[in-house]
């Protein structure tokens, strides 16, 4: 009998353990997307909003410095509400983030938009490890 609960209990160990490999890879390939994603859509936005380069610059990296506050801000914010809640939250301002960046109409709202998408996967980076 202590043999079978022995099994169980690393067998529960091994699907959580699964479960959590399967967010953190979700979320590396998300991070890695919308930094990948960008590199495409620069030669448009550039044109579409007459971007000097340090502004395209900006825009490019804005998402990295978001990334950074919200990694900062994540641990605070998984203790107040839970991982689970922290994760659904992750997942619904990512897609609206993702949303107000394709449909901005002037670089600060752009910017504004990749900043918090930034924050998002800061804070999904610390949550999900």
Avoid: C
Avoid at 51 to 58: A, R
Avoid at 60 to 77: C, H, K, M
Avoid at 94 to 105: D, E, K, R
Wanted: aromatic fraction near 8%.
């Amino acid at each position: 009998m202590a043999t079978q609960m022995a099994a169980l209990r690393g067998l529960t160990h091994h699907r959580m353990g699964f479960r959590v490999a399967i967010a953190a890879a979700t979320i590396g390939v998300i991070y890695g997307y919308d930094l990948g994603n960008i590199s495409g859509a620069l030669l448009f936005i550039t044109k579409e909003f007459d971007l000097s380069t340090k502004q395209t610059e900006w825009v490019a990296t804005i998402v990295v410095a978001g990334s950074i506050v919200g990694a900062l801000a994540a641990s605070r914010l998984e203790n107040a509400i839970g991982r689970k809640p922290t994760m659904v939250l992750v997942a619904v301002t990512y897609a609206v983030f993702a949303v107000l960046s394709g449909l901005a109409q002037s670089l600060v709202w752009l910017d504004l938009a990749r900043f918090f998408l930034g924050v998002t996967i800061g804070v999904s980076i610390v949550t999900a490890q």
